[in-house]
């Protein structure tokens, strides 16, 4: 039958099991479908309610609008294993997969991808080439740096950890030197890239270049950012002698002057994006990878002000 249906020309429609799984569902449960969301696992142990993660609450929310739930599942914990967890979402007819956390090397490699449409959200990355949705983060650096200098600052500087480069591939750093070719006045700061950052290091940096305002992150080692407090126990005045901006206020937005990534709206495009690979029956590592770029927006704070002149 199927040899003779593909005589004919007949494709398999991926959604048509989920359709007919959906007609004979009770009302109550008539969802088309189910999406995975991978966390990170402390977002797992939080309990019920953190779960869904940083990204995860936006998914559900928009997975909704195409009739999808969403189930979060934790990576990188010995209960999932890559191969079980495969074996688990196949189980619950879940072909879709959407993830806020970069898979380890084990995961790539033991991970099944061929047999379903993966998203990654909020990072990119090289191996494999997932299709991703991320902040535009290199504009994102010359957005801050234009909004620090049209309130008066002159000295800007750039502060993050390594892994803050890595997550990125390199595109605040890259966006911080783009800065400097637009403005020379700022061409002899050097960024500050530390493996773990620390107030020696950084009030030492602040001191030796003159710098009026940082843009960092605000959140360090998984910690808040203690650069305030830095400030504060060196007798620099914030804002009034050094401003510190975020390029990332999704989770500490107060009492943060900087940006915010948009992360609804970089959870609804990789649900959309999910969808529309679950509808086309992409399955697998793409041979030419796809990354969404979403604009950050400014948002001001306590941390930055207009100074005048």
């Known amino acids: 039958m199927r040899a003779a249906a593909r005589a004919l020309g007949y494709k398999s429609n991926p959604l048509l099991g989920e359709v007919m799984r959906?007609?004979?569902r009770r009302a109550p449960d008539r969802l088309l479908g189910t999406l995975a969301h991978l966390v990170e696992p402390e977002f797992w142990e939080a309990?019920?309610?953190?779960?869904?993660?940083?990204?995860?609450?936006?998914v559900k929310a928009h997975a909704l609008r195409y009739n999808f739930g969403v189930a979060p599942f934790p990576l990188g914990v010995?209960?999932?294993e890559p191969e079980r967890l495969a074996k688990i979402l196949l189980a619950r007819g879940i072909e879709g997969v959407v993830l806020e956390v970069f898979p380890g090397k084990a995961f790539v490699e033991s991970f099944p991808w061929?047999?379903?449409?993966?998203?990654?959200?909020?990072?990119?990355?090289?191996?494999?080439?997932?299709?991703?949705?991320?902040?535009?983060?290199s504009r994102g650096v010359l957005l801050a740096g234009q909004k620090l200098l049209e309130r008066g600052y002159r000295r800007i500087g750039?502060?993050?950890?390594?892994?803050?480069?890595?997550?990125?591939?390199?595109?605040?750093?890259?966006?911080?030197?783009?800065?400097?070719?637009?403005?020379?006045?700022?061409?002899d700061i050097p960024p500050l890239i530390e493996a773990e950052m620390g107030?020696?290091?950084?009030?030492a940096w602040l001191?030796?270049?003159?710098?009026?305002?940082?843009?960092?992150i605000s959140i360090m080692h998984r910690c808040q950012n203690p650069m305030l407090r830095w400030l504060k126990e060196a007798g620099v005045a914030c804002p009034g002698e050094v401003a510190v901006a975020t390029l990332d206020r999704?989770?500490?937005?107060?009492?943060?002057?900087g940006l915010d990534q948009s992360s609804d709206e970089i959870s609804a495009a990789g649900v959309d994006l999910c969808m529309t690979k679950l509808r086309l029956g992409e399955r697998g590592i793409p041979a030419i990878p796809r990354t969404i770029l979403l604009h950050a927006y400014w948002c001001e704070g306590e941390t930055a002000r207009r100074i005048e002149r």
């Not at 107030?199 to 009030?203: E, K, V």
């Open 114 to 137: 061929g047999q379903f449409s993966s998203v990654l959200v909020g990072h990119a990355l090289r191996s494999p080439g997932l299709d991703c949705v991320v902040s535009d983060h």
């Open 47 to 58: 309990g019920s309610k953190n779960r869904l993660g940083r990204y995860g609450p936006a």
């Open 78 to 80: 010995p209960d999932f």
């Open 250 to 257: 999704s989770f500490v937005p107060l009492p943060w002057a």
């Open 207 to 216: 001191r030796k270049h003159r710098i009026d305002a940082v843009m960092t």
């Open 22 to 24: 959906f007609v004979r």
């Open 199 to 203: 107030a020696a290091a950084f009030i």
């Open 158 to 187: 750039l502060a993050l950890e390594e892994r803050h480069v890595a997550d990125t591939n390199g595109a605040w750093v890259d966006g911080f030197h783009l800065l400097q070719q637009r403005h020379p006045h700022l061409g």
